[in-house]
């Protein structure tokens, strides 16, 4: 999944919008066309569409560089160094207003002095995104202070962390001071952390109450090593800087004054920043003895029915999703009692999910040898797919891909997989994390499949593409659609089998293991937030109807709660680009060629589903007239 990194662009845009502020969304934004071309009258006609796009994109780059510009973690995350490579980015309530305004500003400049109509057919298209990702701000405006500042899932006290180990490179005496500034930094980020937290506590918004003991675990684990105390090992970030001022060419005194210095800020900030954090989520654990779904917090049915437009972009009711939830659970069914029956299981379908749960071929030995030969083989799974991936791909990224162990330190705060993409210029991988705590959960069926959903064809496929395509405006390179970019990912898995793996039919078994996954979401997540379904509910609902290990389905089920909607965007997703396909193989016929169906997908960055039909009905319609 690409929901992965609390630091990722797309959920800071999502978010950059705060509830103190009023504002007025158009009616239907997402009648894209209508709602953007602007009144004729307010516009300035060019001479031609050439002079208009060139016009147009240098607006959208001079806003992509403003944002670029205040937001200094973007700009390590696309491996960008410049002067604030030392600052955190301002995630402050305050700083969200500002945003907002300066968005409302952007869409009215932009409705006043470009004529849609005189634009070429990509210029609409950047027209068309710039607008809906500002209407998406204004409508997620009211709603800020409903997110969870802090919970068990999204890491968001992991993340400073993540950049500094993960993104934060050393190459000169001038980063790692950068690296100490941020360490000494860190107390202040958190400070405003606690404050949301305070501020949202008041309001009514507190994670639930199984929350609370992962976050107190992994934030006490944030705390702990050398040089916050005598432990045997030292802090993550410690033993980071260590390794990568070590590949300095510099005295060995001027090394030593930087270890020192990191020392200090770890000792120092560091640990009163996350100290204080610790503190305020104790306080507020008492507050909270309930675990319910965003329906029991301030407007939670509005705030429900807002994640779900913005994590699907489409229009759909909670319980239109909830049906249709139902009947692809009911059809995936089907389809696994048949691999049931070939290979010559006698039992019921729920007797088969259990087999799969403690069948000892399913799972690596849950040692650090265990888990090097997953790694060993996930990447082997990967050049498998690149050995292939020309016949189905004219495109491909030119960013490698690593597969990873999730580090310890975070192994509670994040998710069972999640894909990291590469720099803006390649220069740092993309990277499959998977989350390896225990080798128990880790079911080798099952984890094919999501080899293949966040490395390749998947993400990395799409993501690590998007960013290296020429002509786009940079705000495009680095959009993000929940339900485009999973729905791509879990399309990628059934591909995987057109591309000639999944042989095995256990392992083809753990595909739709995957697929009945996001559609058992569809159910579940509506049931907690709109139908009010307990946890145990959630959770007995999934172990009846899949054979996900319960470790698993219970991290899943408390994903859920604390990010409503997203869930949602997977199968959403997929249903959507698999009818496309099938709409386009229909009208084609002998003309349809995958490699020009995926870079009709693909090839434009990531769309709104809607904005995502209408592309491909293009392509459609080009090919249809072509000799």
């Known amino acids: 999944m690409f929901e992965s990194q609390p630091i990722a662009r797309t959920l800071m845009l999502t978010l950059s919008c705060v509830s103190l502020l009023a504002c007025t969304a158009t009616e239907d934004p997402t009648a894209i066309t209508s709602a953007a071309a602007p009144a004729s009258g307010n516009s300035q006609p060019a001479t031609n569409s050439t002079t208009q796009d060139a016009q147009i994109n240098a607006y959208f780059a001079?806003?992509?560089?403003?944002?670029?510009?205040?937001d200094p973690n973007f700009q390590t995350s696309l491996g960008?160094?410049?002067?604030?490579?030392?600052?955190?980015?301002?995630?402050?309530?305050?700083?969200?207003?500002?945003?907002?305004?300066?968005?409302?500003?952007d869409l009215a400049d932009l409705q006043r002095n470009f004529?849609?109509?005189?634009?070429?057919?990509?210029?609409?298209?950047s027209y068309d995104l710039f607008v809906?990702?500002?209407?998406?701000?204004?409508?997620?405006?009211?709603?800020?202070?409903?997110?969870?500042v802090v919970d068990q899932f999204n890491g968001q006290f992991a993340a400073p962390l993540t950049l500094l180990q993960n993104?934060?490179?050393?190459?000169?005496?001038?980063?790692?001071?950068?690296?100490?500034?941020?360490?000494?930094?860190?107390?202040?980020?958190?400070?405003?952390?606690?404050?949301?937290?305070?501020?949202?506590a008041e309001f009514g918004v507190i994670p639930p109450a199984f929350a609370f003991p992962a976050m107190l675990t992994d934030i006490g684990k944030v705390i702990s090593g050398k040089p916050i105390d005598d432990s045997a090992s030292d802090h993550p970030l410690y033993a980071d800087f260590k390794q990568k001022v070590a590949g300095l060419e510099i005295p060995a005194t001027e090394k030593d004054r930087l270890i020192?210095?990191?020392?200090?800020?770890?000792?120092?900030?560091?640990?009163?920043?996350?100290?204080?954090?610790?503190?305020?989520?104790?306080?507020?654990?008492?507050?909270?003895?309930?675990?319910?779904?965003?329906?029991?917090?301030?407007?939670?049915?509005?705030?429900?029915?807002?994640?779900?437009?913005?994590?699907?972009?489409?229009?759909?009711s909670a319980q239109d999703i909830h049906q249709l939830g139902l009947d692809d659970v009911a059809r995936i069914?089907?389809?696994?009692?048949?691999?049931?029956?070939?290979?010559?299981?006698?039992?019921?379908?729920?007797?088969f999910f259990a087999f799969v749960r403690t069948d000892p071929d399913n799972f690596y030995p849950d040692s650090d040898a265990g888990r090097e030969q997953f790694l060993a083989d996930a990447r082997q799974q990967t050049a498998e797919i690149f050995a292939v991936a020309g016949d189905y791909f004219h495109q491909l990224p030119k960013a490698e891909l690593e597969v990873r162990r999730v580090e310890p330190w975070r192994e509670n705060s994040t998710s069972i997989a999640f894909y990291n993409r590469p720099s803006e210029d390649g220069s740092r991988p993309g990277i499959y994390y998977a989350n390896l705590a225990d080798m128990q959960g880790v079911q080798k069926y099952v984890f094919t499949a999501i080899t293949y959903h966040e490395g390749v064809p998947g993400h990395h496929f799409q993501i690590a593409l998007a960013q290296e395509l020429e002509g786009l405006p940079r705000f495009r390179k680095f959009n993000g659609y929940n339900a485009f970019a999973?729905?791509?990912?879990?399309?990628?898995?059934?591909?995987a089998r057109e591309m000639g793996f999944y042989q095995d039919p256990m392992h083809n078994f753990g595909r739709l293991q995957d697929e009945i996954w996001r559609s058992v979401r569809l159910v579940t997540d509506t049931g907690i937030h709109a139908m009010q379904w307990t946890r145990q509910q959630a959770i007995d609902y999934f172990l009846h109807n899949t054979p996900i290990s319960e470790q698993d389905i219970v991290t899943e089920v408390e994903r859920y709660f604390v990010n409503p909607g997203q869930a949602l965007g997977y199968k959403m997703g997929m249903i959507k680009i698999l009818e496309l396909r099938a709409q386009a193989q229909q009208a084609l016929g002998e003309k349809f060629d995958i490699r020009d169906f995926h870079d009709a997908v693909i090839g434009a960055g990531s769309l709104p589903l809607p904005i995502l039909e209408r592309r491909v009905n293009g392509y459609i319609e080009q090919q249809l007239n072509s000799s």
Not at 136 to 146: E, P, V
Not at 486 to 495: D, Q, R, S, V
């Open 80 to 105: 960008i160094k410049t002067e604030r490579q030392s600052e955190w980015s301002d995630s402050s309530d305050a700083y969200a207003a500002r945003q907002l305004l300066e968005s409302q500003t």
């Open 486 to 495: 999973e729905g791509w990912a879990l399309y990628a898995e059934k591909l």
């Open 132 to 148: 809906y990702n500002i209407e998406s701000r204004l409508r997620n405006a009211g709603f800020r202070r409903h997110f969870y």
């Open 115 to 125: 004529a849609y109509q005189s634009l070429s057919d990509d210029a609409r298209l």
């Open 260 to 316: 020192s210095a990191a020392a200090r800020a770890i000792q120092g900030p560091f640990q009163r920043g996350y100290t204080a954090l610790l503190n305020e989520v104790k306080r507020q654990q008492p507050l909270q003895d309930k675990n319910q779904g965003v329906w029991a917090l301030p407007d939670g049915a509005a705030f429900y029915n807002n994640r779900i437009r913005s994590h699907t972009t489409l229009e759909l």
């Open 167 to 200: 993104e934060h490179t050393i190459t000169s005496t001038q980063d790692a001071e950068d690296y100490i500034a941020r360490l000494n930094g860190i107390e202040a980020l958190l400070a405003d952390m606690v404050t949301r937290l305070r501020d949202r």
């Open 62 to 70: 001079d806003i992509f560089n403003r944002e670029l510009a205040q």
């Open 333 to 351: 069914h089907t389809l696994m009692q048949a691999i049931m029956r070939e290979v010559g299981f006698s039992g019921s379908l729920q007797d």
